[in-house]
């Protein structure tokens, strides 16, 4: 069960960071606020799953002790949303496929027998939609805007696609999670997001990238090269101020 | 930043039912799909709104300055156009 809730929360927190990069960045100022909004809807969500499994693992450790003194190897977020993403048709491309992918797992655990997961489900839900509706309205218009702004959201569709698969990938997960209603299947979303993204790739003029899924085991502790920078950045402060508030 | 090339849109939200949208700033975006969006995450955040209204600025026709004296002074001598020449009834509570 923690397992599960760590992997959630892992995905939203990691994500969360790296859509915090683009603050200052965007190519226009109404970007950078809503793509904060976003990463701040994704930290909401990180906080919530992770209060809840820091409460199950009654270890005395609370969300920032999760969220800030776990190692590498004990984050449990897909490397989907870990690699960097200083390309802002990488960064829609990115929140199409997790958007999209969240709002499926969201809608379906809205229905989990755990009513605190279901809860915090309920609203991520609404959040999501709106992620998904921006990742969308910014891929279409990206991929049937000018040649150059399709050629390059075609190349960003075709660097993040192959990370996709390991949301599906369901071998971290206790099968008796699924079997009494708590978690949703991970490889069941397979084929609903594909789907919504297939639908969102075909209107913005972009073709579906065939790829291999790439070689990604996040969900088992393995990440890549640019998890650890992250981490750094994300983990120091904390670190070297124990219990500091501000 | 560079300069944005996305046209200019003027926001109006509606802070609640009953109540007339009120300008409340402005903002760029390439159409109004995405100016709607903008919006949203620029001035509701807090919960200001549940309507929202964009217009193309290029689309609002507005009073210069230069014509200022010829279009509102004409009003400032013409206090008859106040209703205030009226004697209130004693006992009418609610006029």
């Known amino acids: ?246 | 930043m560079t300069e944005p090339r996305e046209p200019l849109w003027e926001v109006f939200v509606r802070s609640r039912r009953g109540l007339s949208h009120v300008h409340v700033g402005s903002l760029h975006a390439a159409d109004a799909a995405m100016a709607l969006r903008n919006a949203r995450d620029l001035y509701t955040r807090r919960q200001e709104g549940t309507s929202i209204w964009v217009v193309p600025a290029a689309e609002i026709a507005a009073s210069s300055p230069d014509e200022k004296d010829s279009f509102f002074d004409p009003a400032a001598d013409k206090v008859y156009r106040h209703p205030t020449f009226y004697d209130v009834p004693e006992g009418v509570e609610h006029l």
């Not at chain 1, 065939?210 to 920078?229: C, I, K, N, Y």
């Open chain 1, 1 to 246: 069960m923690i397992a599960y809730l760590l992997a959630l929360a892992d995905d939203a927190l990691v994500s969360s960071q790296r859509l915090g990069w683009w603050i200052s960045r965007a190519p226009q100022l109404e970007e950078d606020v809503a793509l904060a909004n976003i990463g701040l809807d994704q930290l909401g969500q990180a906080r919530s799953l992770l209060t809840y499994a820091a409460g199950l693992e009654a270890a005395g450790r609370d969300e920032d002790d999760l969220a800030y003194f776990r190692d590498e190897r004990e984050f449990r977020n897909v490397c989907l949303v870990e690699r960097p993403m200083t390309d802002f048709g990488v960064a829609m491309a990115r929140l199409l496929l997790f958007s999209t992918w969240q709002h499926e797992l969201y809608t379906r655990l809205t229905g989990s027998t755990d009513e605190t997961v279901s809860a915090i489900a309920a609203k991520a839900v609404k959040e999501t939609a709106y992620h998904r509706d921006h990742a969308q309205h910014w891929v279409i218009r990206l991929g049937d805007g000018t040649e150059q702004s399709h050629d390059r959201m075609q190349a960003a569709l075709d660097a993040e696609w192959p990370w996709l698969a390991e949301l599906f990938d369901s071998s971290f997960l206790d099968p008796g999670l699924v079997e009494s209603g708590v978690a949703v299947d991970p490889a069941a979303l397979a084929e609903p997001v594909s789907a919504g993204v297939a639908a969102v790739v075909a209107e913005a003029t972009l073709d579906l990238p065939d790829a291999p899924p790439a070689h990604s085991r996040g969900r088992h502790g393995l990440h890549t090269e640019h998890f650890g920078f992250l981490l750094a950045e994300l983990q120091h402060l904390a670190r070297s101020h124990p219990g500091v508030t501000w």
